[in-house]
């Protein structure tokens, strides 16, 4: 059994895979169907599933802001699907208010990745059973006995509690220089991975309702 964790980069997508024997593999793709094949599991962390309205949004996201008191900004607002089209953030933000609330830039920026997993996703059904949204610092917060990690991964505090901790439950990784990534994105490709790991194990939590389905029959959950 292989699985993996994927974290957006900017040349493409940092993938932890985990083999049935524990070793890991890091490496940087262009893309993202290129990380799913001979995997059980690929946990990534991006929206899958988009509300037609940005407001109520998606019951995953108000669930993981309540777990992570502290760092609820780490859970972006997912931008509803007539917004993704947009090519700008101005146009966005602007049909965004129409439907009820703007968005950001910070947002906006991740269009190009949520556009996409959602083309991959709505391109192979049976990739429905294998990918799915997970959240690094949910990850985080469950190796962490349920506790936000309040510090922040770009500071040198912040980067070592989070890799002491991936330690701790069996992703150790010496940090060295990755090609188009940095090294928070690669802590992330490693606690999503984890959750790739609990999910193939049926130990995963799975926030938003099991049935929650966008309107093209995507899962709007988001697991840890």
């Known amino acids: 059994m292989i699985v993996a964790g994927a ?6 997508w940092v993938i932890c895979r985990r083999a049935s024997d524990g070793s890991l593999n890091i490496a940087v793709v262009k893309t993202l169907a290129e990380a799913c094949e001979g995997l059980s599991v690929l946990a990534v962390d991006m929206p899958i599933g988009l509300v037609d309205e940005p407001r109520p949004g998606r019951a995953c996201e108000r669930e993981a802001r309540a777990l992570l008191p502290g760092k609820t900004s780490s859970v972006f607002p997912t931008p509803c699907r007539p917004a ?4 700008t953030h101005a146009e966005a933000n602007a049909l965004s208010k129409t439907l009820g609330v703007g968005l950001t830039q910070q947002t906006f920026h991740l269009f190009p ?13 049976a990739l429905h059973s294998i990918v799915h949204e997970a959240h690094p610092e949910l990850a985080f917060a469950r190796m962490n006995d349920g506790r936000p990690v309040l510090s922040r991964k770009r500071r040198p505090e912040g980067f070592r509690e989070r890799l002491e901790l991936l330690a701790r439950h069996g992703f150790p990784w010496e940090p060295r220089s990755l090609p188009g990534a940095a090294r928070d994105d690669v802590l992330d490709a490693m606690a999503v991975c984890r959750t790739a790991l609990l999910i ?4 995963a939590t799975r926030l938003g309702p099991a049935q929650e389905r966008d309107r093209y029959g995507l899962p709007m959950n988001i697991w840890f």
Do not use: F, H, I, S
């Open 7 to 12: 974290d957006g980069c900017r040349t493409g």
């Open 84 to 87: 993704l089209g947009c090519t």
């Open 113 to 125: 990745k949520m556009r996409e997993v959602d083309a991959l996703m709505r391109g192979n059904e």
């Open 200 to 203: 193939a194990q049926g130990t």
